[in-house]
């Protein structure tokens, strides 16, 4: 089946280091997403995107972070200069279609990205 | 910010017992609702995705169904397994792409 996959799977970082968490979406789909949580918290949004570009961001989604499709395979999600308080399990996932309105469509998750910072 | 909220927040069943557990959202401008089962160090697997008001899925043993009018949706699971222990999160999709998470039911099946 076909699945998300992300790398790495646990990251650990120096506070101010910049990092980059990959995904590859699952290869016919055509909007993708970033999500992270928070240990204790809730699973939040942080952004999607389509067509080569953001179609939506969360306010935690600032500056220091960005997106990017490099190639017709991979999606990055770049922190620039990473705080504590980013440390977190972060989740690529991707949907044939625009996430959530339409019935039966489904947004597929990976297993996610531990990023400590330290 | 929606408010998604889950209870209870973790069971603990024998194999064998029949459980449910629920999850609340907005009842104004609903769109759908998604139930997801997530295990440890796996990704959150797609359970449903409710609809209609009035929905009812299933899929084996697991069940939901739903309620637009007063926001709410239940999940079942008869004769609970050991395999089924994980934690099932709702989403709550708001526009097309944000989802609102609950914070879970982290359900622990003993043999």
Known sequence: EPEVTQTPSHQ?????QEVILRCVPIS???????YRQILGQKVEFLVSFYNNEISEKSEIFDDQFSVE???GSNF??????????????????????????????????????????V | ????????????????DSTNFT??????????????RWETAKSPEALFVMTLNGDEK?????????????????????????????TYLCA?????????????????VKP
């Open chain 2, 58 to 86: 299933k899929k084996g043993r697991i069940s939901a169904t739903l309620n637009t009018k007063e926001g709410y949706s239940y999940l079942y699971i008869k004769g609970s397994q050991p395999e089924d222990s994980a």
């Open chain 2, 1 to 16: 910010i929606l408010n998604v909220e889950q209870s209870p927040q973790s069971l603990h069943v024998q194999e064998g």
């Open chain 1, 76 to 117: 990055t999600l770049k922190i620039r200069s990473t705080k504590l308080e980013d440390s977190a399990m972060y989740f690529c996932a991707s949907s044939e279609i625009g996430g959530g309105r339409a019935s039966g469509n489904t947004i597929y998750f990976g297993e996610g990205s531990w990023l400590t910072v």
């Open chain 2, 92 to 108: 709550f999709p708001h526009n097309f792409n944000k989802f609102y998470f609950g914070s879970g039911t982290k359900l622990n």
């Open chain 1, 12 to 16: 650990v970082t120096q506070m101010g």
């Open chain 1, 28 to 34: 016919n789909h055509l909007y993708f997403y970033w």
């Open chain 1, 69 to 71: 499709r490099p190639d």
């Open chain 2, 23 to 36: 999850c609340s959202f907005p009842s104004s401008n609903f769109y759908a609702l998604h139930w997801y």
